[in-house]
């Protein structure tokens, strides 16, 4: 289990016996959102194997829209009935999605090796459809990551049986990593940017939000917006995304976009992206079209290597 582990250079992903895949996936997506369907409808069609990661909620951005009126083809929609469209489209082209939380992405001479809660997944492609979310985090966190810091409740919860820990967390359906983890630490600080439900006696729910990391070489403490501290000994961040410069060692980045071609190519070989995580406009339309142009180059691109 150790081996999993993140440390603070993000090394390349060790396999262990245990989690060794002996499927080598044409290409792994990461992210249920528009971008991530239009791709995995495209490459379907063009019988590649992939894994697709992400939630059945898919979108949450989607989802949380009153009404969509510039998509083309339909009247005006809402954001939850355009989510049950998609669902009923990847239900048709037999598409399924694998409901883990990916934290680290490391490339080899074969593809890349993707860990998904504790587990590799082997794949010679990546796309990144992974939505707009903050470069590095709070401050202090990605600096921290290894050392105290961690993505994973189920990976890394052990090292912190009876100690103090603080938990961000960043939707409801991932209270269940939550209770996991109050029951292997002795005291849990947490915050939520939703109204939760959790009531544990060793768990305090923060009524401000997480500032920065404390700490030099390891984590120490967490300091909220309101100048409160509280010393510690690790903090999970649980959140739909993870930072795309911190899941992937080396890609570049403009600010909180990731940088790409025409084709949805990155400065990594084999790697993609499209939709939000490239930049504005954060349109479903420019998502679809990104993730539908970065699937016929990655078919392209797997062509080319064969």
């Not at 951005?61 to 954001?79: P, Q, T």
């Not at 999605?97 to 890349?112: A, E, R, W, Y």
């Not at 998502?287 to 539908?292: D, I, K, L, P, R």
Request: proline share 2%; glycine share 8%; net charge neutral.
């Amino acid at each position: 289990m150790n081996e999993l582990k993140i440390n603070a250079k993000l090394n390349p992903i060790v396999e262990s016996e245990s989690n060794k895949k002996t499927d080598i996936y044409d290409v792994a997506i990461i992210g249920a959102g528009p971008a991530g369907l239009s791709a995995a409808l495209t490459l379907n069609v063009h019988n590649k194997n992939i894994v697709w990661f992400g939630t059945n909620s898919l979108s949450d951005k989607v989802e949380k829209s009153e009404k969509i009126a510039n998509y083309a083809g339909l009247d005006v929609v809402s954001g939850k009935e355009l989510n049950n469209k998609f669902r009923k489209q990847m239900k048709t082209a037999g598409l399924e999605l694998t409901d883990k939380m990916v934290t680290q992405i490391s490339k080899n001479k074969k593809g890349f090796m993707v860990l998904a809660d504790n587990e590799i997944y082997k794949a010679k492609t990546v796309l990144l459809t992974i939505g707009a979310v903050p470069s590095k985090g709070i401050t202090n966190e990605q600096e921290l990551i290894g050392r105290g810091v961690s993505y994973c409740a189920t990976c890394d919860g052990f090292l912190y049986k009876g100690k103090t820990i603080a938990v961000f967390c960043g939707a409801q359906r991932y209270e269940h990593e939550v209770e996991y983890l109050a029951e292997i630490a002795d005291e849990v600080y947490l915050y939520t940017t939703y109204d939760s439900k959790i009531n544990l006696p060793n768990v305090e729910i923060l009524k401000k939000p997480m500032k920065a990391v404390l700490g030099e070489n390891k984590v120490q403490g967490i300091e909220l917006t309101d100048g409160t501290r509280f010393d510690i000994d690790g903090a999970f961040f649980l959140r739909s995304s993870v930072a795309p410069a911190t899941i992937l060692k080396k890609l570049e980045m403009d600010g909180a976009h990731i940088v790409v071609n025409r084709n949805c190519e990155t400065n990594i070989e084999g790697c993609f992206a499209a939709g939000d995580c490239t930049g504005r406009p954060y349109q479903i339309a420019k998502a679809v079209g990104e993730g539908n142009v970065a699937a016929h180059k990655i078919v392209e691109y797997l062509s080319e290597k064969e």
